[in-house]
């Protein structure tokens, strides 16, 4: 079985909720359990909060796009805004005792704890692009 949902949200933060909205009922729909919704859940707040807050700085000319897809695997998820990028490794270490109390770079952890994979990329159209996966939830 393999199902793709695709999204295009306007760069405000009640984007945010619509995408964790549409993510949480993709993922039922798709015969997944509650440990896949809250993983899934929090990966999409984070993204297309960092997507709509840095990638797109909350210009409305910009949309963010968020793909969900099925498969045998598990639940990939793609988000992808028109900013001008950056790069995942100069971010400073939140489990650095030094960083500790900075707000920064939080998110991506949480992301690369919830879901088993983490990547991103430049698009060549422009902007970013995340790619989650989550495997697992055959059946």
Do not use: C
């Not at 960092?50 to 990939?76: I, M, Q, W």
Request: overall charge negative; cysteine-free; charged content about 30%.
């Amino acid at each position: 079985m393999s199902e793709t949902k695709e999204l295009r949200l306007p760069s405000r933060i009640e984007s945010v909720d619509e995408a964790a909205s549409q993510a949480e009922t993709f993922v039922k729909d798709n015969g997944l359990g509650d440990d896949f919704v809250s993983a899934i859940d929090l990966a999409v707040r984070e993204s297309v909060a960092n997507a709509v807050k840095h990638g797109n700085k909350f210009d409305p000319e910009k949309e963010v796009e968020v793909t969900f897809l099925r498969s045998p695997k598990g639940v990939e998820i793609v988000v992808r805004d028109f900013g001008t990028g950056f790069d995942p490794e100069a971010l400073p270490d939140p489990t650095d005792p030094a960083n500790l109390l900075k707000a920064n770079g939080r998110g991506i952890l949480f992301m690369r704890s919830f879901m088993d994979e983490v990547q991103w990329s430049s698009h060549d159209g422009g902007g970013m692009v995340v790619r989650m996966r989550k495997s697992g939830g055959e059946g």
